[in-house]
């Protein structure tokens, strides 16, 4: 092709500019993937979006406020992976590709015949609902548009929707609407917050050197505006914003933020991929502490040291500013959406020193935990060691013993690996310590089971949460019911047989329910405390059936529920 002579500098840059956009995306296979879901894809959850300690993975595509809509694989390929968990995905299967990709479906409420058989078997030899099972390439081959599964909310989902995601050959997770999976999107991203950080030692805001929430000012074009910002020395801003697709409500993540300093570009974040292995770091790019009081997620637009998230662009200075005395700036931040619908605000910043400041509070303590070396304590029964690397900053703790209960400081500084917390139980007797467990306690102090090792006198427990931890007793067994039956009934009618459990204090550690000395099948829904088996398993034969259900909590109190029904 002829390049023509008369072509602009300014015009063939463009050119090149959006051609490469264009390759990069176009490098992606456009239709190899279908929307796994006969109904249009709605959103309850976009790639990327903000999450407790994580980035969401996939989309959550929303079924119409119910489960069991059929769930059909994306593309041809094979069952790699069937995943069955009490919490997270709840009931999941992967698809491996011949393109390299894989795709996953999560929370689902059952399989379909020929996967659901395959795992059933797997599932009577180990004796155990929770399991997670690697089929070879020939076993569970699908073609595309085939049924592998129905919708459902099982696992740690607030509400039936379908989980989907696409993963790279490393299994890196990735924005399906890349792919080119249509999710209509008319609306702007909303901006529900600007805030501007004085970072550098002498740095200030609107005469405070502690973060500033500015007034969001809608202007008639659509963008905003805030009032003179009025600063000096090395400072940073953050935003928190949410997008809306068409056809849901749902508060969902943005696709990409840019931000720029009189025009030159200095800051980007997008949300095009990540690996599992960052996804924690999350709490490096939110502002935590301000997450932890307020339960809004403020994106930071700079890099914190140490920070390896994979998600920015390129920056300029971290995406950091330094203000000088007497010179005016113009900061502006876009929020994007994937459909490029976005949101502008414009930040007048004067350069001006002040005279009076309102200082940073800055509380010393004896306990200075640094980012490289971590920190240990010790009181008269608890010890505390924190190795190096949990933290991302460092940090003076707030940190009290009071007999068995311990202040490791507040949730409000985030803490990557697991740091130990240590008691001392020698003035507990052996039939005490069994009972005995290490409780996290909530803001209200109800105490939360934190796994416990127990070692002679010592008990422990690793942790990723600050706060108050103590020491608690559990006499009491778990809670067995009938769910739908009572004792001597007949129930030839029922597809199910159902249990409730439950624990008042350290929680369900493990149930194991037989008929007739038999081992069955029974799948646990802790959202509803329900153990339900199947009568479609085809292993209860007999007319009279003894039902035993074993339950124990995590410190081995246990209650053997048993019961009779009939079948013909
Ligand atoms: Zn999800």
Redesign the pocket.
């Known amino acids: 092709m002829n390049t023509p002579r008369f072509m602009k500098r300014a015009t063939s840059l463009l050119f090149l500019i959006l051609f490469s956009t264009l390759q990069s995306q176009n490098s992606l296979p456009q239709d190899y993937f279908n929307n796994p879901l006969d109904v249009p894809i709605v959103l309850a959850?976009t790639f990327g979006e903000l999450r407790s300690n994580h980035f969401?993975?996939?989309?959550?595509i929303k079924t119409q406020q119910r489960e069991g809509l059929a769930v059909k694989a994306s593309a041809a390929g094979y069952i790699s992976r069937i995943n069955i968990q009490h919490y997270g995905y709840g009931k999941a299967l992967y698809i491996q590709h011949p393109n390299g990709y894989t795709t996953v479906y999560?929370?689902l409420q059952k399989l379909a015949p020929k996967i659901k058989e395959y795992l059933r078997k797997q599932q009577y030899a180990k004796e155990s609902y929770e399991i997670e099972l690697f089929p070879e390439a020939g076993d569970l081959a699908v073609e595309q548009g085939e049924l592998i599964a129905y919708s459902g909310n099982t696992g740690g989902?607030g509400g039936p929707?379908l989980?989907f995601e696409i993963r790279d050959g490393s299994q890196r997770p990735m924005n399906a609407q890349m792919f080119g999976l249509d999710v209509p999107d008319s609306k702007k991203p909303m901006i529900q917050g600007v805030f501007a950080y004085p970072l550098g030692d002498d740095a200030h805001v609107n005469n405070s050197q502690e973060r500033q929430k500015l007034n969001l000012i809608p202007l008639n074009d659509g963008t905003y505006t805030v009032n003179q910002v009025e600063a000096c020395g090395e400072i940073g801003f953050g935003i928190s914003t949410v997008d809306q697709q068409d056809g849901a409500y749902n508060h969902n993540g943005v696709f990409k933020i840019e931000a720029n300093l009189n025009g030159d570009q200095v800051f980007e974040v997008n949300f095009e991929k990540f690996s599992f292995a960052e996804t924690r770091h999350l709490n490096q790019l939110i502002d935590y502490e301000y997450y932890t009081n307020n339960k809004s997620r403020v994106q930071r637009l700079f890099k914190t040291a140490g920070n390896p998230l994979s998600i920015y662009g390129e920056l300029i200075s971290e995406g950091k500013l330094n203000v000088k005395d007497s010179l005016d700036y113009q900061y502006t931040i876009k929020v994007t959406d994937f459909k490029g619908n976005e949101k502008v605000v414009r930040i007048p910043i004067k350069g001006q020193i002040s005279d009076r400041i309102q200082k940073k509070e800055k509380v010393e303590t004896e306990y200075l935990a640094t980012a490289q070396n971590g920190l240990s304590a010790k009181g008269e029964k608890i010890d505390i060691y924190i190795p190096g690397g949990s933290l991302y900053e460092d940090a003076y703790l707030d940190i009290s013993f009071n007999g068995e209960t311990v202040k490791v400081h507040k949730d409000e500084i985030p803490v990557h690996k697991n740091f130990t917390i240590g008691f001392d139980v020698i003035n507990y007797s052996e039939e005490e310590k069994e009972r005995l467990f290490i409780a996290r306690l909530s803001d209200y102090g109800r105490p939360n089971y934190s796994t416990t090792y127990k070692k002679g006198n010592r008990f422990t427990t690793g942790t990723r949460t600050f706060g108050k931890y103590t020491l608690v007793k559990d006499t009491t067994a778990p809670r067995v019911v009938p769910g739908n039956f009572y004792d001597g009934q007949w129930i030839s009618n029922n597809e199910t047989l159902k249990v409730k459990i439950s624990d008042d204090l350290s929680g369900i550690d493990a149930y194991r329910a037989t008929v007739n000395g038999k081992f069955i099948l029974m799948e646990y829904e802790y959202k509803n405390n329900t153990l339900t088996h199947y009568f479609s398993d085809d292993v209860i034969t007999e007319t009279e059936n003894n039902l035993k259900v074993i339950v124990t909590d995590n410190v081995g109190n246990t209650n053997t529920y048993t019961a009779k029904f009939f079948r013909k």
């Open positions: 959850g969401h993975s996939g989309l959550d999560g929370h989902s929707h989980h």
